[in-house]
């Protein structure tokens, strides 16, 4: 028998609970009695405050989580701790929310989000993985759970149990700015690694355990489907089309236990997804099954309307059960105005105190689930940690295994370890930034050394060399001389979600440019491409004796020279289909699935 402490009142309620073991779905039927419970014991204001997540910038006061009960808080893509960024100031700062929790008259403890979409990305010093476009192409549906076993780790390490992962979009549109959150173009693979990247986060089931945390299937539904590829635009299909592209990954996740699903920005056939009762309430949670909670995105019902009293009312009938609050244009404190809005449409009878129930019923049973009311200490083994190398040696592994190999003419791959001189060239070859992309630190990432801990290639490529290898770097490509292989980096400056939409999905000139100048020194020359999305490559490719997607690979760049120099051989395959031009109806370059092999020298 199970026999979970529950505080209360300042008195501990011991309630024994049957066993009913979990398979495929999560069922939460052992948790209900105490959920029942607690619920019979909450003021509407209690209740109401469970329904909030409140952006940690913008709680300037943090006794407002004690104040108005809050259920949880997130730090937003910009949104770090005020006294630094290393792994114990992300502990004690998230500590302080979470005790304020503990002080209020049922103490129950919030939930803490963070956007760990590649590896706990914000903290300086994690480990930070390939995005999800680089671990699709690696086809390995055990090497995604063990990476996100790793991320589970470290987030839990800072005292966060919340990571706003996977992302199971199908990106139909190679122009969209977050193709690279999506696993691929191919419904199936979105599915399979989605389930793997859910259990790797959660264990097979929402556990207790300090080293899992809750996972977030999203962006529920379709936002991967939108019209030109616009973020946050319009998704123009009939039903049957979004049910087999875009709903699978969801049903597939759900059976895999996840215990949260947050709702897309973007609309079906006009109608914005934060509002739409029928896809939220009759499919997730009726036709699906989905017993866990629903969250919005960052103020994501503000786009309902003007109205932000109709756009409360509208979100919560339609299915939300926890509203992501930061501050509103101009509103300090925007959660209270939620807060005071909400309790207002239930006196007046426009949101069913039943509705309100079901939301904070779903919101505890994964509380409960968790063992939060059991403990909420974080274990010191997990936070020391946090950027080890045995869990680089994972995000390494992952990086040689998404590499993709699209073309190696006269053998130019594996680099024989006994090369004279090696030219490398490309200012990506030594920026950490553009090597991990977007969500890295930042929101939008940024260029530059950006984390510790991580590896650049060049400085890979120093330490993969021979002693007697001259190894020569120039960004411009202005020292190419006596070279006996070139090898050149190119690729996309970080972005993110919006600012990463583009129009033109052709390589940049300058790359081209670099890419012939290297040519044109004589020597055989191998170019590898950071990127979020395949792009056209015109004459980067016919430029190029070897050319290797190599996704954003994250921080362990010693996984590229891992196969450069034929430590191990190239296995990755694309994970959607390579564009020929930016005529989609044009037939694809290369189909999904291609990806060349070159031996190891082992």
Known sequence: MIKPKLALCGTILLLTLATTPLHGAIHFSRHEKAVDALLARMTLDEKIGQMVQADCAALKDKSHVAKYFLGSVLSGGDSDPDSGNTAQDWLNWISGFQDQALQTRLKIPILY?????????????????????????????KLVKRAAEVTAREVAGTGSRWAFAPCVAVPQDDRWGRTYEGFGDNTDLVSELGVEATIGLQGRKLSSKPATVLASAKHYVGDGG??????????????????????????????????SIMVSYSSWNGKKLHGHKYLITDVLKGELGFRGFVVSDWAAIDQLSSNYKDNVERSINAGLDMVMIPNGPGKANHYVEFIEDLKALVAEGKVSQSRIDDAVRRILRVKFQMGLFESTAVDPKLTAAIGSP???????????????????????????????????????????????????????????NVMTGGTTLLAAIRESALPKTTVTYSADGSDLKNADAIIVVVGEAPYAEGKGDITDLNLASADRELIAKARAAGAPVVTILYSGRPLVLGSALTDSDAFIAAWLPGTEGAGITDVLFGDHPFTGKLPRAWPASNDRAEEPLLPFGYGLKARSRR
Request: proline content about 3%.
């Open 226 to 259: 939108t019209t030109n590829g616009i973020d946050q635009g319009d998704m123009i299909c009939d039903e049957a089309t979004l049910r087999k592209i875009h709903l699978p990954p969801y049903r597939a996740a759900i059976e895999a236990g996840v215990g």
């Open 113 to 141: 989000g963070v956007d760990a979409v590649h590896g706990h990305n914000n903290v300086d010093g994690a480990v930070v993985f390939p995005h999800n476009i680089g671990l699709g192409a690696t086809h390995d549906r």
């Open 390 to 448: 045995k869990h680089r040696a994972v995000a390494r592994e992952c990086v040689r295994k998404s590499l993709v190999l699209l073309k190696n003419e006269n053998r130019a791959l594996p680099l024989s370890k006994n090369i004279r001189h090696l030219a490398v060239v490309g200012a990506a070859a030594d920026d950490l930034g553009m090597q991990c992309g977007g969500w890295t630190v930042k929101w939008q990432g940024e260029r530059g």
